[in-house]
């Protein structure tokens, strides 16, 4: 019971903090407002109102009375009322109204029902509030005689609700006004780390990121600015240790290679110079993994533009892209590119044609690049994507490669926030299909 009481609360209150600490503030608020004017309603302003209007009908049923009792000073008897309470008073023998004209829903109108009813009996009473702004029409049938009044409002409805309700409102949404205030400034720095974090999630430098807010968010934002630090200043020393390192061993490999230039025996050299060529594209493979795209700025990007550069690069009549549209994203150039070239190149390398397509959705563009080389194993999808592994029997990303090609192109997309997928094409070989955040 209590774990679905809890369920359903988590699906109906609001994800965000900012709405969650709104409601922490608001909703006392709103709730004793509408405590205190209940209570008044029901204990002081109806009460009150009863009072008034048992009070009217009174002086109303003594009016008739004396009337019908003794009907020689009834012109003084009407001044005197008129001059000390301000009713008008007025007797005829018109007809009296079969059409009732109280409101059937008005706490004014039932309370005035109630008392006229109880003193002068079903069919007895007729009464108009809202014909006059200020006062209140009241017929009373006498014998047969119509007794009509005209009596201010103010004896039967308190002026003070309005004044109550509006003292009570307006501090309510002012402190509500003033509790958003507060709130937005507090959330704002809440946010703005989120968005650094997801900044620094997909690779980009955060160097304009400055703690704000209250202590503790503060601190928060603090030791992830020091934290972002150490990474990269990590990822830059591990980049320059590999640079160092591929410099150095291509001075060797330089000298080994101008040393076999010079041997007789050229069965000989030319075997060793494939070694030591492919010792040379290891280390370069290495240093690009290892350099990931950390150096490189987010900018917006087109792909259309960005493909068709592709397409004029490899220059290959095999390459079939279809875009029509321009798909503008956020990433970063070079290492979109790379990924996205080394994914061609293997089909290319393993196939006679690539097809590249495009599908654009609401907020994720999806690019699908499909050949119709042999393919990989279903079972060896995985496996691909881990760095250094190799699929010599059916295909890698490169034969003469370490198995990095893939583990880079996972690599990038995975830090723009996107997916790679693989799956059998409808060409009979590999289809990777890119998913890609606008």
Known sequence: ???????????????????????????????????????????????????????????????????????????????????????????????????SGERKFSPMDRSLRRELKSAFGNNNY?????????????????????????????LIAT????LFVLWTTLPSILLIIIALIFLKNQTRPLVKLAKAAERFGK??????????????????AYEFDRMAKRINRHLNQRSEMLSGISHDLRTPLTRLKLQLAMLDQKDLSNKMSRDIDEMEKMLNDYLQFAKAQYQESTVEINLKDM??????????????????????????????????ENIIQNGLSYGDHVYV????????AQIIVEDDGPGIPEDQYKN??????????????????????????????????????LGKSDHNGLKVK???PF
């Open 159 to 162: 002026s003070s609700v309005r």
């Open 1 to 99: 019971m209590f774990f679905g009481l809890n369920k359903f609360i988590k699906i109906v209150l609001p994800k965000r903090l900012f709405y969650r600490a709104l409601i922490i503030v608001a909703a006392p608020t709103i709730l004793l407002q509408l405590i205190i004017t209940i209570v008044f309603y029901d204990s002081i302003w109806i009460k009150a109102n009863k009072n008034t209007t048992r009070s009217l009908v009174a002086q109303l049923k003594t009016i008739e009375e004396v009337y019908q009792n003794d009907k020689k000073y009834l012109d003084f008897f009407t001044d005197s009322y008129k001059n000390n309470f301000n009713f008008e008073i007025g007797i005829n023998q018109d007809e009296f109204p079969k059409i």
């Open 307 to 340: 493909f068709h550069e592709l397409q004029n690069d490899i220059n290959n009549n095999k390459l079939k892209i279809f875009l029509k549209d321009d798909i503008f994203l956020n990433g970063r150039p070079l290492a979109l590119k790379r990924s996205f």
């Open 357 to 364: 397509s495009f599908q654009k959705g609401s907020n994720r």
């Open 203 to 220: 690779g980009d430098y955060v160097n304009d990121f400055r703690p704000s807010g209250a202590q503790e968010i503060r601190k928060a």
């Open 384 to 421: 691909v994507f881990k760095p250094f592994f190799r699929l010599d029997k059916s295909r890698s990303l490169n034969q003469s490669g370490v198995g990095l090609g893939l583990a880079i192109v996972e690599d990038i997309i995975n830090s723009h926030g996107g997916s790679v997928l």
């Open 434 to 436: 890119v998913s890609l």
């Open 126 to 154: 007729w009464f108009n509030t809202l014909k006059f702004k200020n006062a209140v029409e009241i017929k009373i049938k006498s014998k047969n005689e119509v007794i009509e009044f005209l009596v201010p409002k103010e």
